[in-house]
Every structure is written in C-alpha cells, then in structure tokens.
C-alpha cells in the first residue's frame, strides 16, 4: 500500500477498467474511473481520507440519508492541456461553498486539507482517465452525506465524504429550449437555495418532466413568492444579454453562487461588456423578446460550462432567440474554456496545477 505526504493511504484496483471505455463517444456522468475517496466521520472528528477501488457503499436501511436527504454534493472538472499537464479551476470555492453547504445542512465541516489533498491525490492517481477531446473533460463529483443510523429526525452522528471521478463529454446534445416557471420552486427565502443539496436538484425533477411533455428541455425558475422575476435556469445560473448589456440575477438564500456564473462576470467584464447583476423580471426578458433588444440567455456552470438556450415558453408563447454571429455565450465560453484547458494567460489566477 502507498500513503502521500498527506497520509492518504492509497489501495490501488487490480486491474483498470480503462479499456473498456470509448473515449471518443463519452456521455455525461455514466462511467467511472478506477478509484474513488472515501472519508469518514466519527466519534466527533473526520478520519483521514483513503483511496480505494470505485466500489459500492454498503449502508444500513436506517442510515439518515435515505429518511432526511442529508446529503450535499460538489461539481468540478480536471482538464488536461494538449502538454499532458493536468489542472484544477478555482479548487478553494468548491472547497469553501461544500462547508457552506454542510454548514446549512448541519453535516460537520470538512478540513481543507483532506479536500485539497484528497482530490489531488486521487485526480493524480486516475489522471489517465481525463480525455483530451475537446469538449470533453474528467468531471469531478465530491459529495458527503449522512450514513449515521436512526429514525429520529436530527442531524446524523456519522457521515461520509467521497469523491468519485467521471470521464465525461458534454452536458447537453443539442439546442436548449427552456420553459418560464409559474408555478413551481426551485427555492425560496431561508431555505437551502444557495446549498448544493442533494434535494434541491431532485425537487426539480417533476417540473422538469412536465416542461420535457411539453416539448422544452429545462426550466427557468422564477422567485417562489411572486413568480415575476427570473432566478436560474435548471441546474444551472442564467445570463440574459439585452441590447449589448450582460445581465446575471444576484445571489440569494434562493440562488447558487455558482463558480462559472462570477467567472463568466469577471472574463465579461474584462472584455468590457457592461454587466448588471440584478434582479431581472420576466416581463422584461419578454418585452425584449418582442422587441428584438433580447439578443441571448444562456445558462452557465460547471457541468455545461456555457449553454445557449434557443427560445422560451411563457404563457402559452414561444419565443425564439435565432444564433447570433457575434454571441456573449460563444465568446466567453472560448475565454473560459481557453483558461481552464491552459490554451490562453490566466491573469485571474484561477488555474490550479496538480500535475
Ligand atoms: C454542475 O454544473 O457541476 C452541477 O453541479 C449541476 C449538476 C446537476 C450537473
């Protein structure tokens, strides 16, 4: 067995599933590299993390999580430039947001040097598995959840935090047509909105379903309390451009301070497009549609990077946002993607290298 500087001990998987993988026609999320992180909470502290073969987690029926839904999850990717060299994107926010998380759904914080080392080790160890098609990217899924026992109705006394490792191409295949929420949540004020909790995405489902009959793909969420002003596009932050204005709904108790969402606004701003983050109504993305002035919404985040949304629903209307030549969503995708991939300077300082 080998450990790190950190300790981590590492128990390698006898044989690579590698092979078995077409790196070439990868989906989102559905394969798995050969190890996985595991780390546990017990007895008042966390435990240093191992690595170990990707497994099944045995639990019992009374574990918490399955009663209470107390579980909160990460989203990250690793990306390999065309030098082999392999790189992180603003590690510490995921780091910092996952204690945000825990901290609302009152799991115990995790050390920070479990999550950087813990990751580096791992990403190190399976860095084979990142693909270098472009598009393509090794998305990294930290999460921690409560595997302590009991039925009663209180935060669990022991917990895990994993992180497993996904090969993964893009998010969405193909256009993105979006319907406008009247009458369901994603969130609403005190809740756990701005927390990656495992529920706040299954809470999304049914709505979403219902959108998918009606021939959309995703829903745009609007505020809880009047409906009238637009929040997040699915699991994802929204931008809308009206005229040559970028505008961003501000972060909330309700809204996900998502990590591609303040980058875009910062590379946005860097190429002096005039920016707003405020609160945007829904009469106004339609009147722009009507009157020409709404030239692009997309959705922006981790998984999905930068996703152009095509047209919108609303009221029974649709709505079209024909491609533009000169897109906001194209330019700051290439800008992001450009630093994330080490293909341009990164003056912000956001690239992490683990290699
Ligand atoms: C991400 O963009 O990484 C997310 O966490 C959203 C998830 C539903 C894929």
């Known amino acids: ?72 999850f990460e989203g990250m990717k690793a990306y390999k430039d065309v030098d082999g060299k392999v790189w992180l994107f603003r590690p510490s926010d995921n780091f910092k947001r996952l204690n945000i998380s825990a901290h609302r759904m009152a799991i115990p914080e995790l050390p920070e040097e479990y999550f950087m080392g813990g990751l580096k080790t791992l990403v190190q160890l399976d860095s084979e598995w990142i693909p270098q098609k472009e598009g393509s990217s090794l998305y990294i899924r930290p999460f921690m959840f409560a595997s302590g026992q009991g039925f009663h109705a209180s935060p669990a006394d022991e917990y895990k935090f994993v992180i497993c490792l996904a090969p993964s191409g893009s998010y969405f295949s193909g256009k993105v047509r979006v319907l406008i929420e009247e009458q369901y949540s994603r969130a609403a004020n005190g809740g756990v909105g701005y927390a990656k909790a495992g529920g706040n995405y299954a809470g999304q489902f049914y709505p979403t379903q219902l959108a998918i009959e009606k021939g959309y793909s995703q829903v745009i969420w609007t505020d809880d ?12 932050n929204i ?21 591609t969402r303040k980058s875009i606004l910062e590379i946005a701003k860097d190429e002096g497009i005039k920016t707003e983050v405020r609160k945007m109504r829904v009469s106004e993305i339609v009147e722009a549609a009507q009157n020409g002035s709404l030239k692009e919404l997309f959705g922006a985040g981790t998984a999905a990077v930068v996703s152009p949304i095509s047209g919108f629903g609303y009221q029974g209307v649709d709505y079209e946002l024909p491609e533009l030549a000169n897109s906001y969503a194209a330019l700051l995708k290439k800008r992001i993607t450009d630093i994330q991939f080490n293909r341009a300077e990164d003056k912000f300082g956001w690239r992490y290298s683990i290699s």
């Open 225 to 236: 309390n009047t409906h009238e002003y637009i929040e997040e596009a699915g699991a994802m």
């Open 239 to 259: 931008f809308a451009r009206i005229g040559d204005t970028l505008i961003t709904a501000p972060t909330s108790d309700r809204i996900l301070d998502g990590v």
């Open 1 to 72: 067995m080998e450990t790190t500087t950190l300790n981590i001990p590492i128990e390698k998987a006898k044989v690579s599933k590698i092979d078995q993988v077409d790196f070439d026609n990868l989906n989102f999320g559905s394969v798995f590299t050969d190890h996985m992180l595991v780390c546990d909470y017990r007895n008042g502290a966390w435990e240093v993390p191992r690595v170990i073969p990707y497994q099944a987690i045995s639990l019992e029926p009374s574990a918490k999580i399955f009663h209470y839904g107390q579980s909160i």
